[in-house]
């Protein structure tokens, strides 16, 4: 019965495996261990009928083995019926059993020396790299190598402050401080938008009119494809990548600073208005509701939900709309919105669900999670267009209330995207699984209002199309707020004059059912997969849908490539055994030449 579990790890990974070509490794399990009950509400909601039926497999597996176990332990103890019969003493038939086992052991480690010692066959890694149970245990990781490795470092960022010490120093808003509207979506690739040059002109026409009047960041990177990762990244302007040694949703040891608390310390009022379960993987942990003023989500609201990791956007908003009509707070406001409409499977009501035809039934979140059938793909993408033109809907009301209220001119409204959502552009649905560009590849855009920007010592730019990261959302608020960025930032302001990224290496992970890093300089992007151990790599700039790898091409471009994330991947690791915690880990610096 010990075994138990381990099957039924490994008939999970069989069922996972077969509907998604994903598996559930070390990673996943780390991430389920530390926070149960949303995972597996999350996962009841999303595929119930899998988890039951892995289940009952589980359970006839466990139940013939013990059964095989107790016939053979009761034939090799029964006494022989016939006399004449030699007999052969219990303790010699384990001898020869245990011989037996060793003997095929040892043919089967000498092969695998062999393999260790010499160039790995190419069958052999695609075994192990396609074997739901080999890759479940990561032994293509420890037959190939990982070959992402740099030096290490010898120093980190600036000395740890105390928050006193950071607000007695981070200087004064400007005068009138502009209020902070942060509004994060769920699921939505820049391309979906019409000002990203989607073909549906209707779909975003309240997002396209706040490109319009402010800043839109053409290529704009998730730090991570997976919501947690990247959420709590976007707050703390801190790329989250944990391995063995660390793990930062479980150990939040490491200093830190969320961009809330920035600007709780710069005298600004705080309100979180959320469609979107905050307590997930514990994310709501580095932007406490304590420092909240007014917070509304929906882990702590009492409206009946049928999701167990979302509801309706018009709650969140209604109560930000009441909230904004009653407030006579002298203070300026932050408000974060995190907006639920495009999460998967996309339900919304009417009449926007039927807006784009034709729509398939509901479809569930148990189905095809991670693959849409042809015939499904442009039903689906349909109703995603749907919720996204609801969401959009609710943004241009959030507009008009800060209008009404007399806010709009002197407001920041930023408007992102925790992650991208594929079509299947890869032959892959969804996020979490990958780094393609339509999982990471996010719209960044900021409104700033007349009045604020008259009192900006430089003029904005209409578009930027450098490549930007999402950790560098904050400190460039900061930077339009008019205070200095915390020092254990990562991101930089790219609304700088003169900001490039020429020669800036941004990057981005994946460490859910797989491990994945990558590094985009001057555009070009290099992935380096962790668990199946494979490199690639693709020019953005004539190549941005990824078909062309040109790792072969490229040999040297990759090498150079591959130093520079094994580099940023040693020092973010080490920095967080590098403890008790004296320095932040500061701006990753390389050297390019």
Known sequence: MLFAPLVLWLILNEVVYSNTSEVVGPETLALIWHNPAAVFEAAWEMGAWQLIMTAIITIAAVTVIYCLSLKSYNRT??????????????????????????GYMAILAGLLVWQFTSEPSEALTVVFRSAPPLRAFNLTRALVGIELTGPAPEHFGLPVISDEQYQATMGSPRTPAPNIIFIMLESVSAKALHCYGYHRSDITPNIDTLADEG????????PASFSSYCIVSLMTSLYMLRDQTNDHFADKSFPFMGMPRTLKLAGYELALFSSGNESFDKINHFYPPSDFDTYFSHDTCDIPKSDCMRMDDKYAVGAFEKWL??????????????????????????????????????????????HIPADVLPLLKNQYDNAMRYADYWIGRIRDSLAQASKLDNSIIVITSDHGEAFMEHGLARHGVHVWEEMIHVPLIVYVGPALRQALPHQLPSRVPDTVSGIDIAPTVAALVGFK?????????????????KDRPIFSILQLTRWQELVCLNKYKYIYDLTDVQSLLFDLNTDPDEKINLVEKEPQLASTLQSILGTWHTRQLAYYSNQPFTNYIGKYESNTE
């Open 77 to 102: 103890n029964r006494p022989h019926q016939q006399a004449d019969r030699p007999r052969i003493h219990p303790g010699k038939r384990h001898i020869r059993l245990v011989g037996s086992i060793t």
């Open 215 to 222: 800043v839109l960041f053409e290529h704009c990177l998730s």
């Open 485 to 501: 960025p915390h020092p254990s930032w990562q991101g930089v302001n790219v609304l700088a004059p003169g900001y490039t990224d």
């Open 325 to 370: 009509s009653q407030r006579n707070d002298p203070r300026p406001f932050y408000c974060s919105f995190y907006l639920q409409s495009t999460h998967f499977n996309y339900q919304v009501p009417e009449p926007w669900f039927s807006y784009y035809q034709p729509v398939p039934p509901l479809y569930s979140n148990g189905d095809g999670i991670i």
